[in-house]
């Protein structure tokens, strides 16, 4: 038995072991281990808050993107509706002053062509009154014709203009 080297290891063991619990060794090691499992416990609880951060951040920032997305589609659409109404009253403006254009120059016709008529009617008066006069001048002779020649001629002239 104390011959054998199987013996003289196991005594060694033991010793080994002893000496190990005497010092503590095994308490140390598990509290080594213990406070690096439990560091390790805390950077994952840290790193799944940060995780629940990110996400969170993540989420907000989609939401706010998603918000600025709509708020763009809407000025762009607003614009646009801006600019077509702003188009639409250029047309009605354009046509409106056409229309006014128009009527004032048809107006300024009517004006020029009553004015010609009148100045017409004036010169076929006057010409056909001198014709008339002449006509009865030499027809009718003496006092009596001249107040009758007279008398026509201011009646035609009232008629006629």
Same mark, same amino acid.
């Given at each position: 038995?104390?011959?054998?080297?199987?013996?003289?290891?196991?005594?060694?063991?033991?010793?080994?072991?002893?000496?190990?619990?005497?010092?503590?060794?095994?308490?140390?090691?598990?509290?080594?281990?213990?406070?690096?499992?439990?560091?390790?416990?805390?950077?994952?609880? +840290? *790193?799944? #808050? /940060?995780?629940?951060? =990110?996400?969170?951040? @993540?989420?907000? &920032?989609?939401?706010? !993107?998603? %918000?600025?997305?709509?708020?763009?589609?809407?000025?762009?659409?607003?614009?646009?509706? +801006? *600019?077509? #109404? /702003?188009?639409?009253? =250029?047309?009605?403006? @354009?046509?409106? &002053?056409?229309?006014? !254009?128009? %009527?004032?120059?048809?107006?300024?016709?009517?004006?020029?062509?009553?004015?010609?008529?009148?100045?017409? #009617?004036?010169?076929?008066?006057?010409?056909?009154?001198?014709?008339?006069?002449?006509?009865? !001048?030499?027809?009718?002779?003496?006092?009596?014709?001249?107040?009758?020649?007279?008398?026509?001629?201011?009646?035609? #002239?009232?008629?006629?203009?």
């Amino acid at each position: 038995m104390f011959a054998s080297a199987e013996f003289w290891v196991a005594v060694a063991f033991v010793i080994f072991w002893g000496i190990l619990f005497y010092y503590g060794v095994p308490g140390k090691v598990m509290g080594s281990l213990d406070s690096r499992g439990k560091r390790i416990a805390d950077e994952l609880a +840290e *790193a799944k #808050r /940060l995780r629940q951060d =990110a996400e969170k951040l @993540l989420k907000e &920032f989609e939401s706010k !993107r998603a %918000a600025a997305e709509r708020e763009a589609a809407d000025i762009v659409s607003t614009a646009k509706e +801006e *600019a077509e #109404r /702003l188009a639409r009253e =250029a047309q009605e403006k @354009l046509a409106d &002053f056409v229309k006014r !254009r128009t %009527a004032s120059a048809e107006a300024k016709i009517a004006q020029a062509e009553s004015q010609a008529m009148a100045e017409v #009617r004036s010169v076929a008066v006057d010409t056909a009154i001198k014709a008339s006069e002449r006509v009865l !001048r030499d027809e009718l002779s003496g006092p009596t014709g001249a107040s009758l020649l007279e008398k026509s001629l201011g009646d035609v #002239r009232a008629k006629l203009q």
